[in-house]
Structures are given as C-alpha cells and as structure tokens.
C-alpha cells in the first residue's frame, strides 16, 4: 500500500486473542478499513500477542477491499487467536523486550489488541513498558467477549449474538420437548458459556415471558446453587406444565464455592477447566425425580454461529474498530472504545473512550436487580437490558450449494527481520 505524504508514519498491528465471536472479524474490517482511509498500513499478529512475540506478521494491504468488506459476516478469527497471558516485567523481561523489538524493528507506532478481560490486562502492560524501554507505542484494548463481564462497556461486542442465539435456541428446543413430553423427555437442560457471570444464561430469558414459559428455571454463577430448591422447582414446574427447560451457566458453584463441573485443569490464563454442568445436573434428575431428560451443550456453536448474529452487536463490533483506529492515531494511548447506552426505547448508544486501568483484571457481574426473588428467572429490569442487544438481523450472502459465502483471507505473512524466539 503506497502511503502520501500526509500519511502518518510507522504501522498499525492489529491482533485477536482469546475465543473468538461471530462478529470479531466485523471489528477486525473495521480497524483495517479505517486505517486504509486515512493511509496507515496495517500489519496483523498470527495467533494474536503469540504473532508479535514470535515475528508471525500478516500484511493485510495485500487483501482486497473486498476480502476485508466480507470480514464483517465472516465467524472465526481471520488472522488467528490464542489464550497466552503475560506475566510482569520482573517475571518475564525479556518477552517484552522481544516484543519492543519487533514492534521497532516494522515500525509500529499503533498496537490494537481485541479480547476480552485478560487482554486489556495485555494492551496496558505493553503501553506502560514502551515507555519503560524507551519506545513510542499507543496501546488500544478493543472490547470482545460473549461472557460481557467487561468492566465500563455497557454491553460486549460479541455478547449480542450470543444471546441471540441462546434465547432462538431455546425457544425452538422447548418447542420439540414439549411436542414429546407426554411419552418422552420430561426435563430439557441447556448449557450455555459463563464461568462467573450470567450473561449468557439470563438471555436465554428472552425466550418467554410468563410463568410457565420457558426457560423454567435459569442458573447463574451469581447464586449458589441449591440442590433441594432446584429439584423442587423442576418438580412442581413438571407437574404443573407437564415438562421443564432449564438453562445453567457452565459456572455455577455449590455452597462450598467449588465448580459443580470443575474437570480439574487449567487453562493458559489459570483459569480452571470445566467439564459440563449439564450432565451433573441430568444425573440429579434421573436419580432424585426419576424423569426422562436430555441435556445439549451449544459450545463452540454458541460463539461462532454468525448465521444468528445480532445486527446490533455486529454494528457495534465494527464500531469499535473503528473507533480504536482513531484514538490511536489521535495519540491517545491505555485506553478502549467502550459503548455507551444513552436510551433503551428505542435503543441508542455511542463509543467513548474509557482508560484501560478501569477494564483490565475487573469482572462485571450480573446485579442483583436482574435476578428474581427465587434466583431462577430474570426480571423486568434485566429484560430492558438485553432485549435490544439481540435486535436486528445480520444477512450473509449464500452461495448457489446453499452455504454462507466466508471469506479467506491470503494472509500472507511479512519477511522476519530478527533471530527466532520461543515464548
């Protein structure tokens, strides 16, 4: 890409961490679009902070404008992801020198890094540390996360078709349970993401409203869970309604605070490894009430199912994008695009700059005011918080075989200018 004279010097590097949405790539077109137009080039890390540390550069300007256009209804992340956190200076100096180094070594002033709690914690720390080594970088931590337990952000990039998802899949599933209760499954139990917060679960809320709507009953990682009043609920809603759907969060604890689900490992970020709640919470069926049950766990298809997308969260992830882009080439440094609601009906909301301090290491919680008195539905309040996050329709382009037409990028890789390094 050949820049004019009123270009700004050096590069941008942009680059995905942790899982992936079905709109990050949305937020991905929009930090390369916006710095095309105003004649910055852009480089991306392959496998997010993992890239920069091991030199595993992408050139984007050898994509066509249109390749980056099709990124906003493209699922997966376009240029790699990884989960790898980085420990203090004192810890670990020499991968942050590393990083200074590749950082100078293609002139790159602007470092853009997309994730969620862990790598605002990333983006602040490499901010700090080019002051410290003596080089000039403006860090920009670009908000995504289908958890939306991101601090200061009203809502997560990522979180609206999550939700979207969860509440169609809902519905539709407790229409065929309900079709077959008489003669078969009797409890339905549906899994959804949410290791402290009960985002996900709650929106699975917007599937009914009434009392004998489904979901039935919602778990949270906010309360602790109570076996006898879970058993009872699902007892009384299965004699009342002639069958149950339940929603729980993969995070909810007993008493003792222990994971019902904890499978015992960690992953990279020291986070403990779960290993399903609905099978835990299908045995206790079975065993205390003697139902016939089903149980499913969306996973990965919660997160990636771009043909469900929230037209507003895929508005809102290529708004912060954009967003990123000129804060950073406005000078602004330690900072994120945070959305801003300023009316519920109808829904508005705008971008605003928030320091990364506030969002890195803190962990927004569902409050008490969306949760019912029995701490198994969601209330008024939490449904004029989430209804407009999952409004809208986000339209792909099909091919003639009848699949969604995603983009794949070349991404071809930039020539390496230093000796290997392994993180």
């Known amino acids: 890409m050949k820049r004019s004279s009123r270009s700004p ?148 990039p990522g979180f609206g078709s999550v939700a979207k998802y969860t509440a169609v899949a809902t519905l539709e599933a407790s229409l065929d349970v309900a079709s077959m209760a008489d003669t078969s499954t009797k409890v339905f139990i549906l899994e959804v993401m949410g290791r402290h917060a009960g985002w996900i679960a709650a929106a699975a809320g917007l599937a009914g409203n009434s009392a004998d709507a489904p979901p039935h009953l919602i778990l949270f990682p906010e309360r602790v869970f109570d076996e006898a009043a879970f058993l009872a609920k699902v007892k009384a809603t299965v004699e009342r309604v002639g069958w149950c759907t339940v929603v729980a969060s993969e995070g909810i604890r007993n008493a003792e605070g222990q994971f019902l689900a904890e499978a015992g490992g960690r992953d990279a970020f020291g986070h403990a490894q779960l290993g399903g709640v609905a099978p835990v919470l299908a045995a206790l069926v079975k065993e205390k009430l003697g139902y016939k049950y089903h149980w499913a766990l969306p996973d990965y298809l919660q997160r990636s199912a771009r043909h469900l997308a929230s037209k507003t969260d895929a508005d809102q992830a290529y708004a912060v994008g954009k967003a990123g882009v000129e804060y950073a080439l406005a000078g602004q440094n330690a900072v994120m695009p945070v959305i801003v609601r300023t009316a519920d009906v109808p829904y508005r909301w705008k971008i605003e700059s928030a320091p990364l301090s506030k969002v890195a290491n803190r962990e927004k919680k569902m409050p008490a005011s969306f949760l019912t008195r029995d701490g198994f539905g969601i209330t008024a309040a939490a449904r004029r918080y989430l209804a407009p996050l999952i409004q809208g329709e986000a339209p792909l382009p099909y091919g003639k075989d009848g699949l969604p037409k995603y983009v794949q990028l070349k991404n071809l890789a930039v020539a390496k200018q230093l000796p290997a390094f392994k993180p």
């Open 9 to 156: 010097a050096g590069r941008l590097l942009y680059a995905q961490s942790g899982g992936v949405t079905a709109v990050i790539n949305a937020t991905a077109a929009g930090v390369i679009e916006a710095a095309r137009a105003k004649g910055v080039q852009v480089y991306a890390a392959r496998n997010g902070i993992l890239g920069a540390l091991r030199e595993e550069l992408i050139d984007t300007s050898k994509e066509t404008a249109a390749a980056i256009a099709a990124l906003r209804h493209t699922p997966g992340g376009a240029f790699g992801s990884c989960r790898y956190k980085l420990k203090s200076l004192e810890a670990n100096r020499a991968e942050y020198e590393r990083l200074i180094e590749v950082l100078r070594a293609h002139d790159i002033r602007w470092f853009l890094y997309n994730g969620g709690n862990d790598s605002a914690d990333t983006a602040l720390k490499i901010s700090q540390i080019g002051k410290a080594l003596g080089y000039d970088i403006r860090c920009i931590g670009v908000p995504k996360t289908v958890d939306n337990d991101l601090a200061v952000t009203d809502c997560c």
